[in-house]
Every structure is written in C-alpha cells, then in structure tokens.
C-alpha cells in the first residue's frame, strides 16, 4: 500500500512538471540593478514576463558610479549587491575582474541561447569564463546636423581634426551655432580624439605610451583645451551642470560625440530639437574608436540564479531588444535583431556603422586599475580646464597615475 501511494505521488509530480510548475523559479524574488537606460523599456511586456514566469523582478535604477559603489559595498559585507547586474566597458574592471560576478559558462552552453546569433560574447570574458551575456554594442562615434554644416558652407564631414577645428569656427562665426562642438568634459571625448589620430594609447605591456613626447595623444588633450578656451564647447557641459547629448539635442551643437545607435535618437523629434537633420560621419584621419558593449550577469553570491537566468534570456530576446533599440538608439547585440531592424529601414546611417567598426582600437579595460583611473581622467581633464593647467601637465599626471596604479595592482 506504502509502494502504491509512493507511485502514485511520483505519477503526479511527474504530471505537474508536464505542466510547466517545475520551470517557474518556485515565484522567485529578483533584483536588477542597472542604469536608467538598462530598465526594459515596456512594462507591459515585462510584467507579462512576470506572469508567465512567476518571476518577480524588482529594478534598481542608479547612476553608473552608484552601481559600481553598491556592488563593492556589499561585496564588503559579503552580500550580492543584486541578483542580476547591468555590466559596461567600466563595469570589466569594477565588477567582473574584482571577482563580482558569476561565471556564465555552464548556462551558456546549455542550449538555451543561440550563442552564434550574439556579437562580443567574449567581450566580458577573463580566463576563458564568460560573465555576461551582452544587450547591446556600442562603437563610439561622431554624428553631426548636416542642415547647420550646409548653412556654414560645407556639404560633406570633415576627414582631419584640422577641418573640424576650422568648420566648427566657420559655424560659430557665421552664427549658425553659438556652441558647435558638443563634447563631453570626460576621458571619453580624449580618447576618441587620441584613438581617432593614431595613437595607440598603451603599449603591449600596458606602458602609457600616450605620455610619449610627440605623441598623438598629447596633440588631442591640447585641442581639446582650446575648444574649451575658445567657448567652442558650452562652458554649462564643462560646468557639469549638462551633457554633451542633453545639450545637442535641445538643439545645441553643430558635432556630437555620440555612439552607435544615437542617430536614432537625434532625429526623434519627440525628444530632439535637431531632428530630421542628424547623420554619422567616419572619425577623421586614422579613424579609430573603441567598443563598450554592455550586457547583462549573475552575482557571484545571487540565491537565485535560476530565476536571474529566466531573466537573462527574457532580457536579450527579440522584443525587448527592439524596445530598447527604439527606446534609446542602443543597437542590438544579436545579429538577427540589427538584420531584422535594417531590413525594416529602422537602422539610420548603417554604411557608417560599418565603415566606422572597421577602424577599432580597443583600451585595456579589464586590468582592476582601469576603472579608478578612467575615473580620475575625467577629474583631470575638468580641473586642468576650469584651471587653466596646461594639456601636457594633464597628460603627465595621468600617466604617473596610471604607472602607480599598474604597479599597485600588479
């Protein structure tokens, strides 16, 4: 009799997992914790997510600086700072290389993924462990208001620094715009203009070579000063009191330091002024930029990994992707997404994507002294112009930085 009742039990557990109550995560509890543009933009359809699942996911939407604060607050008290983690380039050396996250290995090779149709799924790897399945790339570039250039005169980009310097002028002079330039006050608008011109940054072993006399690098930080000198750039962006995109697309700027996919949004008119007129241009003179995909991952001490899976793989399907292609210009990860999108015409200014992802000189993010000194490049760059300190004292002090860093961590 004890037999029977036990295979009856067993014949019924068996009828229920049929039904699908073995794969809902037992009504998990998650947290996310990520940047406002990480959140799924739809709520419909991630509350329909929740109901299928059984998977309640609770969202922590914080700054970037604050993400990374989180994670190594509670990592100091032994604690996941977050079940699921929105990861960037900054967040490899933060998160991933100071042993945050957990290992991906095992669920990625469990079919559930087509792992073939995603682009950078190394890009979070160190030693072969992969930590985050990606959401969207990033290449960054450049992409300007081609109705303003025309008006100051000139009908194609410009394809030297030179030419940039002499047209953002010519647009400031002709009052076509009071502030042509919109960059950024951070290391991202020194690096784009020091990869761009040739500079290789950093040497095989991770020696500043930017530092070097002559140097390319040194060139970049010295033009960038003047435009921030000469009021080519809003002094409100050096005052931090705006962004670069904030500020272009209120309808400020002839040029913008952009990124892949914000072409998108510069010609929404729902939320930019200089809408239909943006297009990209190929970064001028050697062109190279860098990539800063972000994906999504598992904290190494989350209690529920199987419901921050179901998550992960919800997360990076073909709607929501989308919806945050639409929703904020941030270009999917998966190959059969951007196909789709282009397909469908809703991928603007696709031949520069291209061009430009053909000239990459990728920075050495996943060292654990990058994210520290990537911060203070950003201080340095805002105090020696509010300063008046000149551009090779800055480029000395990052590079003795950047060394007393190295040789801390190593």
């Not at 715009?177 to 040497?203: N, Q, T």
């Not at 999917?332 to 990459?360: D, F, K, T």
Request: no cysteine; hydrophobic share 45%; aromatic share 12%.
């Amino acid at each position: 009799m004890k037999t029977s009742k036990l295979v009856s039990l067993l014949v019924l557990l068996v009828f229920l997992f049929s039904l699908g109550f073995g794969s809902q995560a037992q009504d998990a509890t998650i947290s996310f914790l990520t940047p406002s543009w990480g959140v799924p933009p739809s709520e419909e359809a991630l509350n329909a997510f929740m109901e299928e699942s059984g998977i309640t996911v609770e969202i922590q939407s914080v700054q970037m600086q604050d993400l990374f604060s989180r994670v190594q607050v509670a990592a100091a008290a032994g604690e996941a700072a977050a079940d699921v983690i929105f990861i960037t380039e900054e967040g490899i050396s933060n998160v991933v290389a100071t042993g945050n996250m957990l290992p991906l290995n095992d669920l990625l090779d469990n079919g559930d993924l087509d792992l073939d149709d995603f682009e950078f799924l190394d890009f979070f790897s160190i030693d072969g462990d992969r930590y985050a399945v990606p959401s969207y790339l990033q290449l960054v570039m450049m992409d300007y208001n081609t109705a303003k250039l025309a008006e100051a005169g000139f009908d194609a980009p410009p394809t030297t620094w030179a030419d940039f310097d002499m047209m953002a002028r010519a647009a400031r002079d002709a009052g076509v715009d009071e502030y042509p330039i919109a960059m950024g006050a951070i290391h991202w608008s020194w690096w784009l203009i020091a990869l761009s011109m040739g500079d290789p940054m950093f040497d095989e072993d991770l020696n500043p070579v930017f530092a070097d006399e002559g140097s390319k690098a040194r060139d970049a930080m010295a033009l960038l000063y003047t435009w921030f000198e000469d009021e080519l750039i809003s002094p409100e962006i050096l005052a931090g009191s705006i962004t670069q995109h904030s500020i272009f697309w209120s309808g400020v700027g002839v040029f913008h330091q952009g990124w892949q996919g914000s072409v998108r949004v510069g010609n929404n008119p729902d939320v930019s002024a200089q809408s239909p007129n943006v297009a990209y241009m190929v970064l001028p003179e050697v062109g190279n930029t860098w990539n800063l995909p972000a994906g999504i991952g598992i904290h190494v001490d989350s209690e529920n990994v199987e419901a921050a899976w179901e998550f992960i793989k919800w997360y990076v399907d073909d709607q929501n992707m989308t919806d945050i292609y639409n929703a904020f210009g941030l270009y999917p990860s998966r190959l059969s997404i951007s196909s789709a999108l282009n397909e469908a015409g809703a991928i603007e200014g696709y031949a520069e994507m291209v061009e430009q992802g053909m000239h990459v000189n990728d920075l050495p993010r996943a060292v654990l002294w990058w994210g520290p000194w990537s911060s203070s490049v950003s201080e340095h760059i805002k105090e020696g112009a509010a300063t008046g300190m000149s551009s090779d004292d800055v480029i000395d002090a990052l590079a003795a930085e950047w060394n007393e860093l190295k040789e801390e961590y190593e």
